[in-house]
């Protein structure tokens, strides 16, 4: 329960004031007690008013009603139902996808067994053509019997269904269809592509599980299929964001480059890349080499291990790391280490390639590596991407690689060249795969071939698994985030430098003539200190000059280093100067004319429009494999083992941490997970984005010693081991039972980073079942360990004959001090993150709606309903209701309208405002807003003083 005021602060400096002018006298026993009396008299007027204004002994005993109970809070057992809540969330799921799959492989079986073949699709809704406008008449090419180029054509006599209606869905924040699924084809991809067509034709049967399951879970997110032939079909059916209208951003995308993809497809793996960085490697030669690199880099997923050698006369690791003997060792392939490798790949090219020593450590390094902790131990490769071989090194395969237990993938590289039988022949030899790269628009498809091979074993052993991927940013690219990073930061840097070159010529040097010492402002910026003749204006500069520098408006001097991009500190910047001490009337014209020119702002606003409305949607996804189920081909009867694509759903991180049910831990106590590399899932503290629109290079690799920061004495910062065991620990766990309690000191910052507490904390943890994810729950080891168990019966009317209702939005006037009567406006809110109630039923209620108005609406329903209301339990959420689907928490429910019915008084506070003895505290300590805080919700009570 708080009071703002807003002049209080004169009387406490007055108060100061006189305390430093009796302190500063000689000691005055009389003084002294006169302003003890003073201060008591002060307390009590302060006690009396806020103890009479908030009610407080009527809130008292509100609480202490019958019905309430105090029992211990079992921190075990809290964090087994958020563990069951969020395991019961997954499972939904994973039961979806496998449903799907186990629908697909009969279906393509049936498609690759049916005689005569099946026709191909005659179209198909292609999510980048969908609702897209007719081209002008002239060049729709229907006079020449063409069809329209924004029409998906890959038969003759089709028809085209580029038009379909759909319309917003709230759950999934775009216009949907929910009867169809749209299909995206990358760009590198030529839509007509016969293998593509088949798959399509088959895959369209998987539709109807995408419905159903959508139909018996509403909370279900997208569904999709993505194809080892390249398209993605995505349920339900939506228009592809990048159309490929604008030339100058290409859509990108390709489904078999995304971590839910690539874990599926492959298990883990130690790879490890020869580059040829000799003589002949140049001009479009190298630049295809860097192209292949990279896009092997991309398929890869944390749960990978690489590294890249550069070989010509000598082979030399690309990034140096060694372990304890000195030999280069793999890097675990993390967003920050594939970036490291490829910003080390701009080589020179020298000499003549050695083979034998380039392929010779590429073995024993692979060697070395296998049983480390730090590696994969699972499935090995070496990819070779040269633009030609002398020889077949026969001898030295069956030396270091005789079992074929190390696959060999080779990429020749280049436009021009006719010597690839010795190449071919080594892929072949060590089980890999051999392809051609002659552009730099196929290395994506060519690169993309080695996952099937790599695929192969699992196929044929018919091993499935769920994998859960780490968190990621939805439809955004790793290669489209580094460059925005990259173009921001030069975009930077020639900001800095223009602005101040502008800075010094308009203010400074134009200005020195009329007083100011251009030596003191540098004076002030290097040393700290200030020129005494020129105070105020050297303190106006220095505001300007720290947001010149750094290209941000920094106003605090003490906060030069921040650097916080916010647009609204430009106004600010000269509403401070403005309003500030007054500036030396030789000097204020010009320097209020240069902070006030519209060029200074709109040259500065510009670096930020370039950003603006991007918006990411973190996620998690589970994936599920879906294997060609023939063993033999129909003709020849070879042995096959095709990996046909991968099904998948996301869940996405704000629904994740809704599961937590944050109001039952407590004040300063969180939930958080992490994967099986220590990452975060979720965490208060992930904080993905730089000025809320780029992402960081490494903002899915946050490491769980990142974000929970041990409190030590010392200089440095170094990893505790207490924490390194925790985490340790947390990885290692296989079920579910929480652990035992740790405790660590941790330092948590508050207000934006401006403050820093020191906070003892206690941690349970344990696996969340048949994932990768650890849970884990902190809470304050001095916090509070009690709760309010109430049970509250909502019918019409409650034991007092009121409806209930009332309580929310009471209908009683009130005369103010002024004599007018006034009718309460809602002065109430609620946790604006957390899920009281809501529809999951599409077009149910008007989500223009505010988040009270649907709680007042399901309280409503609550009272009308004749049977028993349908809560829900801690694994199946939401509750199907006839034809509507909704989710109702019991407990936050329940205990805002217990809160609502014992703070009904605290709202009645206006008539206290008559009384004529607050009258003058009222007016000298500046009240101006009473307002209630608990635990589950906010309310605000406006008093007009």
């Given at each position: 329960m708080?009071?703002k005021?807003?002049?209080?602060h004169?009387l406490?400096?007055?108060?100061?004031y006189?305390?430093l002018?009796?302190?500063?006298?000689?000691?005055n026993d009389?003084a002294?007690?006169?302003m003890e009396?003073l201060?008591?008299?002060?307390?009590?007027?302060?006690?009396?008013?806020?103890n009479?204004?908030?009610?407080f002994?009527e809130?008292r005993?509100?609480?202490?009603?019958?019905?309430?109970?105090i029992?211990?809070?079992?921190?075990?057992q809290v964090?087994?139902?958020?563990?069951?809540?969020?395991?019961?969330?997954?499972?939904?799921r994973?039961?979806?996808?496998?449903?799907?799959?186990?629908?697909?492989?009969?279906r393509?079986?049936?498609?690759?067994?049916?005689?005569?073949?099946?026709?191909?699709?005659?179209s198909y809704?292609n999510?980048?053509q969908?609702n897209?406008?007719p081209?002008?008449?002239?060049?729709?090419?229907?006079?020449?019997?063409?069809?329209p180029p924004?029409?998906?054509?890959c038969?003759?006599?089709?028809t085209?269904?580029?038009?379909?209606q759909?319309?917003?869905n709230e759950?999934?924040?775009v216009?949907?269809n929910?009867?169809?699924?749209s299909?995206?084809v990358?760009?590198?991809i030529?839509?007509?592509?016969?293998?593509l067509?088949?798959a399509l034709?088959w895959?369209s049967d998987?539709?109807e599980p995408?419905k159903?399951n959508?139909?018996?879970?509403?909370?279900?997110g997208?569904?999709y299929?993505?194809s080892?032939?390249g398209f993605?079909?995505?349920?339900p059916a939506m228009k592809?964001p990048?159309?490929?209208?604008?030339?100058?951003s290409?859509?990108?995308?390709?489904?078999?480059?995304?971590p839910?993809?690539t874990?599926?497809?492959?298990s883990?793996?130690?790879?490890?890349?020869l580059?040829d960085?000799?003589?002949?490697?140049?001009?479009l030669r190298?630049?295809?080499?860097k192209?292949?690199?990279?896009?092997?880099l991309?398929?890869?997923?944390?749960?990978d291990?690489v590294?890249v050698f550069?070989f010509?006369?000598?082979t030399?690791?690309?990034?140096?790391?060694?372990?304890?003997?000195g030999k280069?060792?793999?890097l675990?392939?993390?967003l920050?280490?594939?970036r490291e490798?490829r910003?080390s790949?701009?080589?020179?090219?020298?000499?003549?390639?050695?083979?034998?020593i380039?392929?010779?450590?590429?073995f024993?390094?692979?060697?070395?590596?296998?049983?480390?902790?730090?590696?994969?131990n699972?499935n090995q490769?070496?990819?070779?991407?040269?633009?030609?071989?002398?020889?077949?090194?026969?001898d030295?395969?069956?030396?270091?690689?005789?079992?074929?237990?190390?696959?060999?993938?080779?990429?020749?590289?280049g436009?021009?060249?006719?010597?690839?039988?010795?190449v071919?022949?080594m892929?072949?030899?060590?089980?890999g795969?051999?392809?051609?790269?002659?552009s730099?628009?196929?290395?994506?498809?060519?690169v993309?071939k080695?996952?099937?091979?790599?695929a192969?074993?699992l196929?044929?052993?018919q091993?499935?698994?769920?994998?859960?991927t780490?968190?990621?940013?939805?439809?955004?690219?790793?290669?489209?985030s580094e460059w925005?990073?990259?173009?921001k930061t030069r975009?930077?840097?020639?900001?800095r430098s223009?602005?101040y070159?502008?800075?010094f010529?308009?203010?400074?040097?134009?200005n020195?003539?009329?007083?100011?010492?251009?030596?003191?402002?540098?004076?002030f910026?290097?040393?700290g200190?200030k020129?005494?003749?020129?105070?105020?204006?050297?303190?106006?500069?220095?505001?300007?000059?720290?947001?010149?520098?750094y290209?941000?408006?920094?106003?605090?001097?003490?906060n030069i280093r921040?650097?916080e991009?916010e647009?609204?500190?430009?106004?600010?910047?000269?509403?401070d100067?403005?309003?500030?001490?007054?500036?030396?009337?030789i000097?204020?014209?010009?320097?209020?004319?240069?902070?006030q020119s519209?060029?200074?702002?709109?040259?500065?606003l510009?670096m930020?429009?370039d950003?603006?409305?991007k918006?990411?949607n973190?996620i998690v996804s589970?994936?599920?494999?879906?294997?060609?189920?023939?063993?033999y081909t129909?003709?020849?009867k070879?042995?096959i083992?095709?990996?046909?694509?991968?099904?998948?759903?996301?869940?996405s991180i704000?629904?994740?941490?809704?599961?937590?049910s944050?109001?039952?831990?407590?004040?300063?106590?969180?939930?958080?997970a992490?994967t099986?590399n220590?990452h975060?899932?979720?965490?208060?503290?992930?904080?993905?984005?730089?000025?809320?629109n780029?992402?960081?290079?490494n903002?899915?690799?946050l490491?769980?010693?990142?974000?929970?920061l041990?409190h030590?004495?010392?200089?440095f910062r170094n990893?505790?081991e207490?924490?390194?065991?925790?985490r340790t620990?947390?990885?290692?766990?296989?079920?579910a039972?929480?652990?035992?309690?740790?405790?660590?000191s941790?330092r948590?910052?508050?207000?934006?980073f401006?403050?820093?507490?020191l906070r003892?904390q206690?941690?349970?943890?344990?696996?969340?079942?048949k994932?990768?994810?650890t849970?884990?729950?902190e809470?304050?080891?001095?916090?509070?360990v009690?709760?309010?168990?109430?049970?509250?019966?909502?019918h019409w009317?409650?034991e007092?004959?009121?409806i209930?209702?009332?309580y929310?939005?009471p209908?009683?006037?009130?005369?103010d001090?002024n004599?007018d009567?006034?009718?309460?406006?809602?002065?109430?809110?609620?946790?604006p993150?957390?899920?009281?109630?809501?529809?999951?039923?599409?077009g149910?209620?008007n989500f223009?709606?505010?988040?009270?108005?649907?709680?007042?609406?399901?309280?409503?329903?609550?009272?009308?309903?004749?049977?028993?209301?349908?809560w829900?339990s801690i694994?199946?959420?939401?509750?199907?209701?006839?034809v509507?689907y909704?989710v109702?928490?019991?407990d936050l429910?329940?205990?805002?309208?217990?809160?609502?019915?014992?703070t009904?008084t605290?709202g009645?506070?206006?008539?206290i405002l008559?009384?004529?003895?607050?009258?003058?505290l009222?007016?000298?300590?500046g009240?101006?807003?009473?307002y209630?805080?608990?635990?589950?919700?906010?309310?605000?009570?406006p008093?007009v003083?």
């Amino acid at each position: 329960m708080f009071i703002k005021f807003q002049n209080v602060h004169r009387l406490v400096w007055a108060l100061f004031y006189i305390i430093l002018q009796i302190s500063g006298e000689s000691r005055n026993d009389e003084a002294f007690n006169n302003m003890e009396a003073l201060m008591r008299k002060l307390g009590q007027s302060f006690f009396e008013f806020s103890n009479g204004i908030t009610k407080f002994n009527e809130l008292r005993d509100s609480f202490s009603q019958k019905g309430q109970s105090i029992e211990d809070v079992n921190i075990n057992q809290v964090f087994s139902d958020v563990n069951a809540r969020l395991h019961g969330s997954l499972q939904g799921r994973t039961d979806a996808i496998q449903k799907v799959a186990d629908y697909a492989e009969p279906r393509a079986f049936d498609h690759h067994n049916s005689v005569p073949t099946p026709q191909l699709p005659k179209s198909y809704f292609n999510a980048k053509q969908l609702n897209k406008p007719p081209p002008p008449p002239a060049e729709s090419g229907d006079d020449d019997g063409k069809p329209p180029p924004y029409c998906t054509f890959c038969t003759q006599n089709c028809t085209f269904s580029t038009l379909l209606q759909m319309s917003y869905n709230e759950h999934f924040k775009v216009d949907v269809n929910l009867n169809r699924s749209s299909v995206h084809v990358p760009t590198s991809i030529y839509e007509c592509d016969r293998a593509l067509l088949e798959a399509l034709v088959w895959s369209s049967d998987l539709e109807e599980p995408f419905k159903n399951n959508y139909k018996q879970n509403p909370t279900l997110g997208w569904q999709y299929f993505g194809s080892s032939t390249g398209f993605l079909r995505q349920y339900p059916a939506m228009k592809w964001p990048n159309d490929n209208s604008d030339k100058n951003s290409p859509d990108l995308y390709d489904c078999r480059f995304r971590p839910w993809y690539t874990a599926s497809a492959t298990s883990p793996k130690n790879l490890l890349i020869l580059l040829d960085v000799s003589g002949s490697m140049t001009g479009l030669r190298r630049r295809i080499a860097k192209a292949v690199v990279n896009s092997i880099l991309d398929t890869l997923t944390e749960n990978d291990y690489v590294n890249v050698f550069k070989f010509s006369d000598l082979t030399e690791v690309l990034v140096e790391c060694t372990n304890d003997t000195g030999k280069p060792i793999l890097l675990q392939a993390t967003l920050e280490n594939l970036r490291e490798l490829r910003m080390s790949m701009e080589q020179k090219t020298y000499g003549m390639s050695d083979y034998v020593i380039a392929l010779s450590k590429a073995f024993d390094s692979l060697k070395d590596n296998l049983g480390r902790s730090e590696s994969a131990n699972c499935n090995q490769a070496i990819m070779l991407v040269t633009d030609g071989a002398p020889s077949y090194f026969q001898d030295l395969f069956n030396k270091y690689n005789k079992h074929k237990k190390i696959r060999l993938f080779t990429y020749l590289v280049g436009r021009e060249v006719t010597d690839y039988k010795e190449v071919q022949w080594m892929a072949c030899y060590n089980r890999g795969y051999f392809v051609h790269v002659g552009s730099l628009g196929e290395v994506q498809e060519q690169v993309f071939k080695y996952i099937p091979v790599m695929a192969r074993p699992l196929v044929m052993s018919q091993k499935r698994e769920v994998i859960w991927t780490p968190v990621y940013a939805n439809h955004a690219e790793i290669v489209e985030s580094e460059w925005q990073w990259e173009l921001k930061t030069r975009k930077k840097q020639k900001l800095r430098s223009v602005n101040y070159k502008w800075f010094f010529h308009n203010v400074a040097e134009n200005n020195i003539k009329k007083g100011a010492n251009k030596s003191s402002i540098h004076a002030f910026s290097d040393n700290g200190k200030k020129d005494k003749k020129s105070d105020i204006f050297i303190l106006a500069l220095h505001k300007l000059k720290s947001f010149l520098d750094y290209g941000h408006p920094n106003i605090s001097y003490k906060n030069i280093r921040r650097m916080e991009a916010e647009a609204e500190y430009y106004k600010k910047i000269i509403q401070d100067l403005g309003d500030g001490p007054p500036i030396p009337s030789i000097l204020a014209p010009k320097l209020k004319a240069n902070l006030q020119s519209k060029l200074l702002i709109e040259r500065n606003l510009h670096m930020f429009k370039d950003y603006e409305g991007k918006k990411f949607n973190f996620i998690v996804s589970a994936s599920y494999p879906v294997y060609d189920i023939r063993n033999y081909t129909n003709t020849s009867k070879e042995r096959i083992a095709n990996f046909l694509g991968v099904v998948g759903t996301d869940v996405s991180i704000e629904e994740l941490k809704d599961l937590t049910s944050p109001f039952q831990l407590g004040v300063n106590a969180y939930a958080f997970a992490i994967t099986n590399n220590g990452h975060i899932v979720f965490h208060p503290d992930f904080r993905p984005l730089y000025d809320n629109n780029i992402l960081k290079p490494n903002y899915n690799s946050l490491d769980l010693t990142e974000v929970e920061l041990v409190h030590k004495n010392g200089l440095f910062r170094n990893n505790d081991e207490e924490l390194l065991q925790m985490r340790t620990d947390m990885i290692d766990k296989n079920d579910a039972d929480p652990s035992p309690k740790r405790i660590l000191s941790v330092r948590v910052h508050r207000d934006g980073f401006k403050r820093v507490s020191l906070r003892n904390q206690t941690y349970v943890f344990g696996k969340i079942p048949k994932t990768q994810y650890t849970l884990a729950i902190e809470v304050p080891v001095n916090a509070t360990v009690y709760k309010g168990e109430i049970e509250v019966f909502i019918h019409w009317k409650d034991e007092s004959k009121n409806i209930v209702t009332n309580y929310f939005d009471p209908n009683s006037s009130y005369v103010d001090k002024n004599g007018d009567l006034k009718t309460p406006q809602r002065n109430w809110r609620i946790h604006p993150d957390w899920t009281y109630c809501r529809y999951l039923t599409p077009g149910k209620l008007n989500f223009s709606h505010t988040k009270e108005d649907i709680l007042i609406h399901f309280i409503k329903r609550i009272q009308g309903s004749i049977v028993a209301w349908k809560w829900g339990s801690i694994t199946l959420r939401w509750v199907e209701d006839g034809v509507d689907y909704y989710v109702c928490n019991r407990d936050l429910v329940q205990s805002i309208v217990f809160d609502a019915m014992v703070t009904k008084t605290f709202g009645e506070s206006q008539e206290i405002l008559n009384d004529q003895k607050f009258q003058n505290l009222i007016k000298s300590a500046g009240a101006e807003l009473l307002y209630l805080h608990n635990q589950l919700h906010h309310s605000l009570y406006p008093i007009v003083f």
